[in-house]
């Protein structure tokens, strides 16, 4: 599957930590300092866990594990 967005994507996301499964969510990235956009795929007591669009490239929960907490939703997506 091709990713939702590439390089140079504009998004517009609004600032919330409810989201349902299929949302494309903002979120802190697991081990560096800086923010992440993914597919929320699961919400379960453990966190909530996000899968890439494009899984053959991309990282996601499959390595990290869930994530403990979301940023936003995101509202509005653009191509470059």
Same mark, same amino acid.
């Given at each position: 599957?091709?990713?939702?967005?590439?390089?140079?994507?504009?998004?517009?996301? #609004?600032? /919330?930590?409810? +989201?349902?499964?299929?949302?494309? @969510?903002? +979120?802190?990235?697991?081990? /560096?300092?800086?923010?992440? @956009?993914? #597919?929320?795929?699961?919400?379960?007591? /453990? &966190?909530?866990?996000?899968?890439?669009?494009?899984?053959? /490239?991309?990282?996601?929960? #499959?390595?990290? &594990?869930?994530l403990r907490e979301?940023?936003?939703?995101?509202?509005?997506? #653009? &191509?470059?």
């Open positions: 599957m091709e990713p939702t967005l590439v390089d140079g994507s504009f998004i517009l996301y #609004r600032k /919330q930590t409810t +989201a349902k499964v299929g949302d494309l @969510v903002v +979120a802190n990235h697991p081990s /560096q300092d800086m923010l992440i @956009v993914k #597919r929320l795929s699961d919400i379960g007591k /453990q &966190g909530f866990s996000v899968s890439s669009d494009n899984p053959a /490239q991309g990282t996601d929960s #499959r390595t990290w &594990g869930p979301i940023v936003g939703v995101v509202t509005l997506h #653009r &191509g470059a």
